[in-house]
C-alpha cells in the first residue's frame, strides 16, 4: 500500500508483529458498511461514476459473502481488515477499488469501524442482560415470600426475603444498562471524513455518510476522531462493572449453595463434580464468572494505560485497543447467558432459609424500635437490647424466650410482640423496604 516511499519489503518479524487482521477480521461487515457508505459519498462528490459505484458495491457484496462464508483468505502481510478488503476489492475490480480510499485513512476508517462495533455489540449485551433480569425476576417472584437473613460484614443482620434480596440484582444490571445506553448514545458520531488527523480537500459530505451508516452526527475536530478512544473505555468500564455485580452474585451463591448456608441448590447441569471426592458438587459457573471478572477488570486497565501517554493524534499503540475489547465483549456474553441459565434452574431450600431467618436476634433492632414507640430514644434503646442480647448470649437463652422485664423495666410483657417474623417483614413496607407487599408490587412493576 506504501510501495512508492519503500526500497526494501517489511520484515517478516515486524509483519507477524504489527499485524491485526488475526483479531480484526471481525470488524468487516462494518468495514464494508463504511466504505460504501464512503463511496456513495464521493459519486455526489463528483470524483467516482455511478458506474463505478456498481462496481466498488458489488465487488464489497462479493466479498462480504465470502467471508461470511469462511472463504475469504486474510493476509497478514497485509496487516489489518481495512487494507485485506482494499485490496482484494482492487484486485477483483481494478482501476475503481484503487479510487477507494481517497479523501480517507485508516485512522477514520477504523475509529468508524469500532464506534459501529460497538453499538452493535452494545445492543446484544444489553439483551443479554435483560435475560439475566428475567430470571432474577422469575426467581424473585417464586420466593418473594421465602424469609432469609440478609448479612452485613457476613453476620446475620435482619430479616428480608429471597425476592427482595434477588431484586438488588436486578437493581444493578438496571444501572449497567443505563451506563450501556449512555455510552451508545455518545459513542454514535460519524468520525468518516477526518482522513488521518486533518479532514481532506476533498469534501464528502459527512453528514450523509453518517445518516447511510445510522450515526446521530459526526464528530466535530478531526484530531480528536482519529485520537479519541473515549467510547471504548467507557464501554470497557460499563462491562468491568457489569462483572462486579455478576461477581458479587457469584459469591452470594458460593455461600448459599455451601452446606453451611444450604440455602439454594444449583442444577446437575449447572454445577460440576470432583474428579477424586465423590459427595462434592462445585459452583463452578459462579467461580468462573468471579474469576472472569479480573479479565474484564484487566481489560479495562490495558486500554486506559496503553493511551495515557500518548501524543495527539493517531499513534499505532491505539491498535492494541481492540483485543482488550473484542475479549470483554465475548466474555460478558457468555457469563450473561451461562448464569442466566443458571438462575432460571436454581430452587431454594426454603426450609434452610426459614430456619435461619427464625433466629430471634435478627429482631433485635425491631425490639429497639419497640423501646422507641414507648418513647424510649433510640439511643438508650440500643444500649436496653445490647443488655438483653448479652444476658441471652451469657445464660444460652434465645433472646425471645427471655424474660426482658426482669432485664430492664422499660420492656414489658408486651415487648414480646415483636418475634413474630410476619410481622416484621410486614412492618417495613416504605419504598425499597422489603415487604412480601412491596416486592410484589416491584415485581409487578418490572412485569
Ligand atoms: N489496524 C490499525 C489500528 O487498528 C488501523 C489504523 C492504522 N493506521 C495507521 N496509521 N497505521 O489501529
Redesign the pocket.
Known sequence: MWKGRFAQETAELVQQFGE?VSY?WRLYKHDIAGSIAHARAQVKAGILSQGEFDEIESGLRGIEKDIDAGKFEFRTSL??I?MNVEAELTRRIGAAGAKLHTAR???D??ATDTRLYCRAEIDVLAAGIGDLQDALLDRADRYAATVLPAYTHLQRGQPVTVGHHLLAYVEMLDRDLGRLADCRRRLNVSPLGSG?LAGSTINLDRGAIAKELGFDGVTRNSMDAVADRDYIAEFLFAMALCGVHLSRLSEDLILWCSAEFGFVSLSDAHTTGSSLMPQKKNPDVCEITRGKTGRLLGNLVSLLTAVKGLPLT?N?D??E??EPLFDSIDTLKLTLAVNAEMIAAMEVREDRCRAAAGDPMLLATDLADWLVRADIPFRQAHELVGKAVAEAVRTGTPLDQLDLPSVDPAFTAAASEVFSLEKALAARSNPGAPSIDNVRAEIARRR
Open positions: 491485526s480484526d496487516e489489518d481495512h485513512s485508516r485512522n476508517q477504523v488521518a493517531y499505532r491505539l491498535q485497543d481492540k
